[in-house]
């Protein structure tokens, strides 16, 4: 397919792996990335598929849990960005997390070596014309605003946005341990992990009572004029908002502490706060749940009356950046292409799927609709029982247009089962039949075959 050349807009997760796939398949890609010469409020690098909210790809079981299918359908699809990740990957329990730093680093380097692949650094303010060829716009949350007019423009849609909130960096050695401790929920452990995963810190009644008063009472960061009627992502609320939503909402939720036990008095305490591996040298440790808009001193201030962070130094504060998607089912074909420029595919967090996993997959699956489309084949769509045929359908038809909302890929997605599976069997039950589907839909051969998947728990 040497005769042809894509291009391909924008460096994150879904464009790094659009233009992986692309140029694995023998077609020129044009990458552009508008990082350096035009920096984002939240990217701190001008390297691809830089990880921004967290390092942490979720679960990694892909029989109980969407996600950690997905995973493993991306593995089974040739995925750069699930290659790297599992080259790269920290203990975080059942969970895959992975080195930011050393992550995207391996991905720049891997398509700035590919001879196929160039890499140009500028802004693109408008979509691409249909003389400019074929075309993927993998822009993600933090569009360029010129750009993000003219798919507004074409498409007819008002702008759909909403708030992202980044949660703060602790250095490990200035947590005091004497009341912190190691230990991952229900002992478990995941990839490369030990099953003492996490860094846990307990708060008994009274310290989190406090801890929620701090937080209501916290100054947070205006929001600008135009940002005032933006609404957040249920799945990555700030956490004073969680709070303010009832005083318990922390205790059954990023704060639950199910499944611990405080070593010091061998009970379970009544609320926890979690950190997780951020880096491979375990110098760097993410507060799990704690994304925030608090200003910066009020977060020190705050997070500080927790036990064991009395002292914690903070490689990164929390922050806030706004995340802009389009009406996918309203704007997007069955294949995601651009209903008003059909030279053109969406991929990523733009299209409406939520997660960094979604995104990449999005990518790799508008590569394979090009890839298909330009060997003269019809494109089909993965079936809806796959993790990604699933998340397809929903951000290109599934979801209703009117009350369309950012979505992570989960079981609730997939086509229903027969009524007679048990409710407890169900779950892997939907995986096994996702991953039959996906094999059927590879009936081609010499596609690639690089995971085996097992249950955690099975082994």
């Known amino acids: 397919m040497g005769e042809h050349e894509i291009t391909v807009v924008g460096g994150g997760l879904a464009g790094s792996e659009a233009a992986w796939q692309l140029a694995r398949a023998g077609i020129r890609v044009r990458l552009v990335e508008m990082r350096p010469v035009h920096p984002t409020p939240a990217h701190k690098t001008d390297r691809l598929a830089e990880l921004v909210c967290s390092n942490s790809f979720r679960s990694d079981d892909c029989f109980g849990n969407a996600v950690g299918l997905l995973h493993e359908e991306m593995r089974r699809l040739g995925s750069l960005i699930m290659a790297v990740a599992d080259r790269h990957k920290l203990p975080a329990g059942s969970a895959l997390a992975v080195d930011r730093e050393a992550f995207s680093a391996a991905v720049t380097e891997a398509l700035a070596s590919h001879p196929l692949v160039t890499i140009e650094r500028r802004v693109v303010e408008r979509l691409p014309s249909r003389e400019d060829g074929p075309a993927i716009v993998a822009t993600g949350p933090l569009t360029h605003e010129a750009l993000a007019e003219d798919i507004r423009r074409v498409g007819g849609e008002k702008e759909l946005a909403f708030f992202d909130a980044i949660a703060p960096i602790v250095y490990k050695d200035s947590i005091d341990f004497s009341k912190a401790w190691m230990q991952s929920r229900w002992d478990e452990a995941g990839p490369g992990g030990t099953g003492a995963d996490y860094i846990n810190c307990p708060l008994d009644k009274e310290t989190y009572e406090a801890f929620v008063d701090a937080l209501l009472k916290a100054e947070k960061t205006e929001f600008r004029e135009w940002e005032k009627e933006t609404p957040y992502f249920e799945g990555c609320l700030p956490i004073e908002v969680m709070a303010a939503r009832g005083r318990d909402t922390l205790r059954f939720g990023p704060m639950k502490p199910v499944g611990l036990t405080d070593p ?87 299209t409406g799927c939520e997660g960094y996993v979604e995104s990449a997959a999005l990518g790799l699956l508008a590569a394979r609709f090009w890839i298909a489309e330009l060997a003269g084949e019809e494109p089909t769509p993965p079936p809806p029982e796959t993790a990604h045929g699933a998340l397809l359908a929903h951000v290109t038809g599934g979801a209703h247009a009117e009350t369309f909302q950012p979505m992570n890929v989960n079981f609730g997605l997939f086509p229903p089962l027969p009524p007679d599976v048990p409710k407890n069997q169900r779950k892997r039950a939907m995986a096994e039949r996702a991953l039959r589907a996906l094999e059927a839909w590879l009936a081609t051969p010499g596609r690639p075959r690089t995971s085996a998947c097992q249950s955690p728990k099975n082994g």
């Open 264 to 350: 010091r008095t061998g009970k379970r305490p009544w609320a926890v706060v979690q950190l997780r591996q951020d880096n491979a040298l375990g110098t760097l440790w993410n507060m799990v749940g704690f994304q925030t808009k608090l200003k910066h001193g009020e977060q020190v201030r705050v997070f500080r009356m927790i036990p064991g962070l009395e002292h914690a130094e903070f490689a990164r504060l929390g922050g806030l950046h706004r995340n802009t998607f389009i009406n996918g089912p309203r704007l997007l074909d069955p294949t995601l292409r651009f209903e008003p420029m059909p030279w053109i595919r969406f991929a990523g967090q733009i």
